[in-house]
T-cell receptor
């Protein structure tokens, strides 16, 4: 089945700096890649997603890039703010596996004021 | 739109008892619901996928007789942890998707289970 690896597991940045989180996936049939933000004890919230027919997508300070050939995708957060501090999860969905998502291990992002 | 609720939000029970967790899609019909377990500081691990009116599909290593899933309607799925033990203590989260070809999963707020 699909395997998703996420790096780094923790990331500390200064407020205003950029943060980049990277994920790799194993199944070339994966066609949907969402990113979730989870605050402690709360539900994961979708922050951005990308489909396999697109190489890049941007929404204000957040962007995601996808390299299908290398089977990796990345989350970019610019001008980080303390409220960006949370755990971020990437996920991948295999096209013929219904809507089942396989999650990466998560990245704990800490933005220092 | 696309709100998913879970009940209860937390539960404490004695070892050996059973606990039922409900997952509801409040403003849409969910063709598929997913149950995840999340241990502290770890990722979401899919336990099972449930489709309305059919048996749930369990992931490898998840005991279907211990984690009973019922998806009786398009808006309700339940997870029953039978004969719970301390090692079952975890954060259980459900999610729901609107249609078979819909990309997004909408997550419930989670249920924190503590087994004494």
């Amino acid at each position: 089945g699909e395997n998703v690896e996420q790096h780094p597991s923790t990331l500390s940045v200064q407020e205003g700096d950029s943060a980049v989180i990277k994920c790799t996936y194993s199944d070339s049939a994966s066609n949907y890649f969402p990113w979730y933000k989870q605050e402690l004890g709360k539900r994961p919230q979708l922050i951005i997603d990308i489909r396999s027919n697109v190489g890049e997508k941007k929404d204000q300070r957040i962007a995601v890039t996808l390299n299908k050939t290398a089977k990796h995708f990345s989350l970019h957060i610019t001008e980080t703010q303390p409220e960006d501090s949370a755990v971020y999860f990437c996920a991948a969905r295999v096209g013929n596996a219904g809507n089942m998502l396989t999650f990466g291990g998560g990245t704990r992002l800490m933005v220092k004021p | 739109g696309a709100v998913v609720s879970q009940h209860p939000s937390w539960v404490i029970c004695k070892s050996g008892t059973s606990v039922k967790i409900e997952c509801r899609s409040l403003d849409f019909q969910a063709t598929t619901m997913f149950w995840y377990r999340q241990f502290p500081k770890q990722s979401l691990m899919l336990m099972a996928t449930s489709n309305e009116g059919s048996k749930a599909t369990y992931e490898q290593g998840v005991e279907k007789d211990k984690f009973l899933i019922n998806h009786a309607s398009l808006t309700l799925s339940t997870l029953t942890v039978t004969s719970a033990h301390p090692e079952d203590s975890s954060f259980y989260i459900c999610s729901a998707s609107r249609a078979a070809r819909s990309n997004e999963q909408f997550f419930g707020p989670g249920t924190r289970l503590t087994v004494l």
